[in-house]
């Protein structure tokens, strides 16, 4: 059975990480809010890094 996949995120204002599913999450270009400080960005800006980007990416396809 298949590992589930997660991405690692950290919010550019308060510092806050955490893991999601990509599927739970909306394209990267798209809007999404920190769920600790309401900070709003482009979800590709919350990727901690530019491999969690390329999987967000990739497991969105």
Do not use: I
């Not at 550019?12 to 599913?21: A, F, I, N």
């Amino acid at each position: 059975m298949p590992q589930p996949a997660y991405v690692q995120l950290l919010c550019p204002d308060c510092s806050k990480h955490w893991e999601e599913s990509p599927k739970d999450l909306p394209k990267p270009e798209k809007n999404y809010d920190c769920p600790d400080c309401g900070a709003t960005y482009r979800t590709s800006e919350f990727m901690r890094t530019d491999r969690d980007l390329e999987n967000l990416k990739q497991l969105q396809s």
